[in-house]
């Protein structure tokens, strides 16, 4: 098989679960090497308090046909961040893909709440970990980046520009911090065009992650069940490797510049450059949203994956 990302340096900050397990994966497939970072390894839990570690992930990259590496990493954590990127720097000289998925601010969400009435400990507990994580990982994988032309940032976030400029997301502090990475991806693609290297922001679309999939009481198996419980859901979710897989033709497209500074979605990249879900398909979720649930239609994904 083709193996489109040999010999790349890839960096998936967060990579515990998710989103971020699902890219570090596609990223394997592509013959990538993979840093796998986060905080829960087999050793201990992080305070989210969930059971995949990073050492899971790299065994997945492994077994996917990449090289995985797992580091414990608390990505708030500013000299912890420093000590990652001179590891990297001292093995490879250099990093090809920087992805920028940390997050971990589920527990904190209070829907609905108004500003005023939302818990301030848990809103601002978001912005710190959606956003400072965010820049922190730059500020010190960005020199290693910018060594060579070519180079791909990826910030993920939940739903893309044009999507949320017309859509309240969850709360003030929820919607701040997912529109807070599409603006983010906007200002490092300026300050990475000088040297040929790219930064673009990227959303999955309804994701059957972890907790997802337990929330449904179902499993990556048997997730077309949950149509009792959520026929949107059952219609139109995906995995986590479909954006994971979203990545993979980012980083391997030799024209990727003119993406720069760009907010995409998985579903939308798939009908661009031909990949598919591991079942298959290809989910236009945002699309989707649109068209089929936020119009008050009934679930129908005829047309959509």
């Given at each position: 098989?083709?193996?489109?990302?040999?010999?790349?340096?890839?960096?998936?900050?967060?990579?515990?679960?998710?989103?971020?397990?699902?890219?570090?994966?596609?990223?394997?497939?592509?013959?990538?090497?993979?840093?796998?970072?986060?905080?829960?390894?087999?050793?201990?839990?992080?305070?989210?308090?969930?059971?995949?570690?990073?050492?899971?992930?790299?065994?997945?990259?492994?077994?996917?046909?990449?090289?995985?590496?797992?580091?414990?990493?608390?990505?708030?954590?500013?000299?912890?961040?420093?000590?990652?990127?001179?590891?990297?720097?001292?093995?490879?000289?250099?990093?090809?893909?920087?992805?920028?998925?940390?997050?971990?601010?589920?527990?904190?969400?209070?829907?609905?709440?108004?500003?005023?009435?939302?818990?301030?400990?848990?809103?601002?507990?978001m912005l710190h970990l959606a956003v400072d994580t965010h820049l922190i990982t730059s500020h010190f994988a960005l020199?290693?980046?910018?060594?060579?032309?070519?180079?791909?940032?990826?910030?993920?976030?939940?739903?893309?520009?044009?999507?949320?400029?017309?859509?309240?997301?969850?709360?003030?502090?929820?919607?701040?911090?997912?529109?807070?990475?599409?603006?983010?991806?906007?200002?490092?693609?300026?300050?990475?065009?000088?040297?040929?290297?790219?930064?673009?922001?990227?959303?999955?679309?309804?994701?059957?992650?972890?907790?997802?999939?337990?929330?449904?009481?179902?499993?990556?198996?048997?997730?077309?069940?949950?149509?009792?419980?959520?026929?949107?859901?059952?219609?139109?979710?995906?995995?986590?490797?479909?954006?994971?897989?979203?990545?993979?033709?980012?980083?391997?497209?030799?024209?990727?510049?003119?993406?720069?500074?760009?907010?995409?979605?998985?579903?939308?990249?798939?009908?661009?450059?031909?990949?598919?879900?591991?079942?298959?398909?290809?989910?236009?979720?945002?699309?989707?949203?649109?068209?089929?649930?936020?119009?008050?239609?009934?679930?129908?994904?005829?047309?959509?994956?």
């Amino acid at each position: 098989m083709v193996k489109p990302l040999s010999g790349k340096i890839a960096l998936v900050a967060g990579a515990t679960r998710g989103a971020g397990r699902g890219t570090a994966v596609a990223l394997g497939e592509a013959g990538a090497t993979v840093y796998c970072t986060g905080r829960s390894t087999r050793e201990h839990r992080s305070d989210y308090d969930r059971p995949e570690t990073i050492e899971e992930t790299a065994e997945l990259v492994n077994g996917a046909g990449g090289v995985g590496i797992a580091v414990e990493v608390d990505h708030l954590n500013p000299a912890a961040v420093q000590s990652l990127a001179r590891r990297i720097d001292d093995a490879h000289g250099r990093l090809d893909v920087l992805v920028n998925d940390i997050w971990g601010g589920e527990h904190f969400i209070e829907w609905d709440a108004p500003v005023w009435a939302h818990h301030l400990g848990y809103g601002l507990r978001m912005l710190h970990l959606a956003v400072d994580t965010h820049l922190i990982t730059s500020h010190f994988a960005l020199p290693l980046l910018i060594r060579n032309p070519g180079g791909l940032v990826v910030e993920m976030t939940d739903g893309t520009r044009e999507y949320n400029d017309g859509h309240y997301r969850v709360s003030t502090f929820y919607d701040l911090a997912k529109n807070s990475i599409l603006r983010l991806a906007f200002s490092q693609a300026e300050e990475l065009k000088p040297f040929g290297c790219t930064a673009v922001a990227l959303t999955p679309g309804w994701m059957r992650s972890e907790m997802m999939l337990e929330n449904f009481k179902v499993t990556e198996a048997t997730w077309r069940a949950a149509a009792t419980i959520q026929p949107h859901f059952a219609a139109i979710s995906e995995s986590p490797r479909f954006v994971g897989r979203a990545v993979a033709a980012l980083a391997a497209d030799p024209d990727v510049q003119r993406r720069n500074g760009g907010s995409f979605s998985s579903g939308g990249l798939a009908r661009e450059y031909g990949f598919t879900d591991v079942d298959g398909s290809q989910p236009d979720c945002w699309r989707y949203l649109v068209e089929v649930q936020d119009a008050g239609r009934p679930a129908d994904a005829a047309g959509y994956r």
